[in-house]
Nanobody
Framework: QVQLVESGGGLVQPGGSLRLSCAASGFTVDYYGIGWFRQAPGKEREGVACLSAGDGSTYYADSVKGRFAASRDNAKNTVYLQMNSLEPEDTAVYYC??????????????????WGQGTQVTVSS
């Protein structure tokens, strides 16, 4: 059974950092495309970062380039999203998602089949 469990969210001050984790079970993260998405109240879901299977080439949304970094640890079967220089606009529920067929094109949630339950990130002073 495929399962994704996010953790690491919380309350952080502007300029601070958080690292989100997405622990996978039931599949091997190295063989799947992995996406990080977020949704703020009243806003559409946004693709933050998407990693291709294998070589791990990564797409980042313009809003997070240079501040966020996605990575995978194959030994732990876990994917991470390191978030630095956080801004109030980064406040949202963050989700990880996986799909074996995602080929590195659009970082859109419609391409991903498996989803975690989400973790809240709040950036506020």
């Amino acid at each position: 059974q495929v399962q994704l469990v996010e953790s690491g969210g919380g309350l952080v001050q502007p300029g601070g950092s958080l690292r989100l984790s997405c622990a996978a079970s039931g599949f091997t993260v190295d063989y799947y495309g992995i996406g990080w998405f977020r949704q703020a109240p009243g806003k559409e879901r946004e693709g933050v970062a998407c990693l291709s299977a294998g070589d791990g080439s990564t797409y980042y949304a313009d809003s997070v380039k240079g501040r966020f970094a996605a990575s995978r640890d194959n030994a732990k079967n876990t994917v991470y999203l390191q978030m630095n220089s956080l801004e109030p606009e980064d406040t949202a529920v963050y989700y990880c998602a996986a799909d074996v067929n995602w080929g590195g094109s659009h970082c859109s949630g419609s391409y991903f089949h498996y989803w975690g339950q989400g973790t809240q990130v709040t950036v506020s002073s």
